[in-house]
Nanobody, 126 residues
Framework: QVQLVESGGGLVQAGDSLRLSCAAS????????MGWFRQAPGKEREFVAA????????YYADSVKGRFTISRDNAKNTVYLQMNSLKPEDTAVYYC???????????????????WGQGTQVTVSS
């Protein structure tokens, strides 16, 4: 069983940056692909970014490409989401998730993940 704990959320102004962290425990972190999703009030949870088990391949939603960067440190069992040039529409609860799937097509969907964190709130004011 894998436990995931997100941190780093907060209230920022448009144009600011934040770095989210997700610490994993209870499993073999380096064997999981990791993803970030977000959910705004009244909306479905949506894919933001994902990273392969080795960190060598990354995937992004079009809405964040060029602004967000996902990375991981397998020695620290942690995945990060660096968010730059934040916009009010980035406001959401951000979740990290771990996937045992070997198929990258699974990384874009919530069903492709086996473990989830509790989420961290990111609020971007205009």
């Amino acid at each position: 069983q894998v436990q995931l704990v997100e941190s780093g959320g907060g209230l920022v102004q448009a144009g600011d940056s934040l770095r989210l962290s997700c610490a994993a425990s209870g499993g073999t972190f380096s064997s999981y692909a990791m993803g970030w999703f977000r959910q705004a009030p009244g909306k479905e949870r949506e894919f933001v970014a994902a990273i392969s088990w080795s960190g060598g391949i990354t995937y992004y939603a079009d809405s964040v490409k060029g602004r967000f960067t996902i990375s991981r440190d397998n020695a620290k069992n942690t995945v990060y989401l660096q968010m730059n040039s934040l916009k009010p529409e980035d406001t959401a609860v951000y979740y990290c998730a771990a996937s045992t799937s070997i198929y990258s097509r699974d990384y874009y969907y919530t069903a492709g993940y086996d473990y989830w964190g509790q989420g961290t709130q990111v609020t971007v004011s205009s």
